[in-house]
């Protein structure tokens, strides 16, 4: 029998008993509390034993002898009134467990028995009681009863004892309503969630990178708060700044449960919020109270039509009903990437709806941990979003990098030895994306370049060499191959304005215009193959980025020089 009948025949049953306005959502909700599976092993079987005996009783062919055999899951009502209290109060309800605490304390504590009347008299005793108490003094009593009691029961007893039974499980429900319908959408997202499967994709790729990870520390920029300029115009605003590490900082000092990642490029905004997903997710698959971490990578949303709520939907394979619940609930950590990397189009319209979109989701959501990165050269701000600059590598700190990322002695040696040289030179490796590349130079030529743009140079040039070497791949044209690079950067951040993803087809594209600009023929798909396994071009959401602003800086200046040449 399914639910919505066997609804109707409990409303049918009892209609006439149960003086309620709208008797059927209690009974929609009732139900709702039996199917529902909790994980509790005292638990266990309920919500099938119950139902299907439910639909048995009231079902017209079933047989007397066979309703009484049913009896038994129906009749004994401790464990379902239990589980409406671990709904209302998971505390209450270990508590209940570990004292084995009995049914007279569950009806207490439900409300059923609010003039704390004795509840083994008879039953008629409490006839026309206003609190239903003839109800729930037969279900009392028939608390201890066994399939042997029932036998020899008629018609009229079995349904009067059901009757009761009924009617103090919806007597329940009416004076906890609230709470129960506020516990039930939680609990029924929980069990439709499925996202083992995503938490594992995240721990896995980002695992090993998130091993070597340093903390980057932040510190809040008082001057580009609005509401908080106020406090910065005390003497002593430098000292009540909120500091530390992002992750110490989103766990222990944002009660706005928003924040805003101001920093330069390299600086590791995206490391950073790939750090807080990557553990998230490692908590999420311990512990199911744990919020959902989603990463979302602003400079591929390349759809206007594309939303970020529709983004989550897709990530967790949820639709938007339970998208929006977990959203309202605060159950999810929603971190915005790239905020400046948002790409242009014509009229600017995505970068207007994006950011209209932010700014919804930020009103609309208010338990929801927001972060959002992006550029300090970037203007645009959000009310009440307090803005966090991540402070450059100290000298301990790029040390300590060193250490996690070096095991050769030579060339951790070579490292310390330029760290405690030139000021100068700390200040321009002095950030993650540097000074890993530096690492990686002095790894393959043994040599400290003294530039910031020397640098990536180099590397860049060390990975394609060092390729070809290794490889000893003919078809492998570093010359060719920059070219396309080259024109790939120049294009893409001439139309887009950003670091923003690009289609296979755009790339092929920007291809074809370098090899007809420079006159020459080239395998464009053999190329991009290299390019992402050397970790140049990556691919996020099926479109094609440069792994670092810097990258496409990189390349982009040196098209730029071709062309004012030419």
Wanted: with cysteine.
């Amino acid at each position: 029998m399914d639910r919505n009948t066997i609804g109707n025949e409990i409303e049918a049953e009892i209609n006439a008993s149960y003086r309620y306005k709208n008797l059927r959502e209690l009974i929609d909700i009732l139900l709702s509390v039996i199917i529902l599976k909790t994980g509790k092993k005292e638990l266990v079987g309920i919500e099938e034993r119950l139902y299907v005996s439910l639909g048995k009783i009231f079902d017209g062919e079933t047989t007397i002898n066979d309703i009484k055999l049913c009896l038994s899951n129906v009749i004994k009502i401790e464990p379902l009134l239990k589980k409406m209290i671990l709904l209302i109060d998971e505390d209450e309800y270990d508590k209940i467990v570990q004292e084995n605490l009995g049914l007279a304390h569950v009806i207490t504590q439900l409300g059923l028995n609010p003039d704390n009347k004795k509840l083994d008299r008879k039953p008629e005793d409490y006839l026309c009681d206003g609190n239903y108490m003839e109800h729930v003094a037969r279900s009392y009593a028939l608390r201890n009863s066994e399939s042997h009691t029932y036998v020899g029961w008629t018609r009229r007893e079995i349904y009067t004892n059901l009757d009761s039974v009924l009617i103090t499980c919806l007597r329940a429900v009416e004076i906890n309503k609230k709470a129960l319908i506020s516990n039930l959408k939680k609990k029924s997202i929980n069990n439709e969630l499925n996202i083992e499967n995503y938490l594992n994709e995240i721990t896995q790729q980002l695992k090993k990178r998130m091993s070597r990870f340093i903390h980057i520390r932040g510190e809040e920029n008082f001057s580009v708060l609005g509401s908080y300029v106020i406090e910065y115009q005390d003497d002593t605003s430098d000292s009540r700044r909120r500091k530390g590490t992002v992750e110490y900082l989103r766990d222990n000092s944002i009660p706005e449960r928003r924040m805003m990642i101001w920093g330069e490029a390299g600086m590791g905004k995206t490391t950073t919020l790939e750090y807080l997903t990557y553990m998230d997710a490692k908590k999420r698959l311990k512990d199911s109270n744990y919020n959902i971490p989603v990463l979302v990578l602003l400079g591929v949303m390349t759809k206007a039509t594309y939303t970020i709520k529709q983004y989550i939907c897709d990530k967790l394979d949820i639709g938007v009903d339970i998208c929006e619940s977990l959203l309202e609930e605060g159950k999810i950590n929603l971190f915005l990437d790239g905020l400046n990397e948002i790409p242009a189009d014509a009229g600017g319209n995505l970068k207007t709806l994006r950011m209209r979109e932010i700014k919804q989701l930020l009103r609309d959501y208010p338990k929801t941990f927001i972060i959002i990165t992006n550029r300090p050269q970037d203007t645009r701000d959000f009310n009440n979003v307090p803005i966090f600059n991540l402070i450059k590598l100290s000298k301990e700190e790029m040390r300590d990098f060193i250490k996690k990322n070096v095991d050769e002695e030579d060339v951790k040696e070579l490292l310390f030895t330029s760290i405690n040289g030139s000021e100068r030179f700390v200040q321009i490796i002095n950030t993650p994306l540097i000074l890993s590349r530096l690492i990686e130079i002095v790894r393959y030529k043994k040599e400290i370049p003294h530039s910031e743009g020397e640098i990536i140079a180099e590397f860049l040039n060390c990975l394609l060499v060092r390729e070809k070497e290794e490889k000893q791949d003919a078809r492998l044209d570093i010359k060719r191959i920059i070219y396309l690079l080259r024109m790939i950067a120049f294009e893409s951040l001439e139309k887009k304005e950003a670091n923003s993803g690009m289609t296979e087809s755009e790339v092929l594209k920007y291809c074809s215009k370098s090899m007809d600009t420079y006159r020459f023929q080239y395998d464009a798909l053999y190329a991009l193959d290299i390019v992402l396994q050397l970790g140049i071009l990556e691919k996020r959401e099926d479109l094609y980025v440069f792994s670092h602003q810097a990258y496409q800086d990189y390349y982009y200046a040196m098209e730029e020089l071709a062309v004012i040449q030419s």
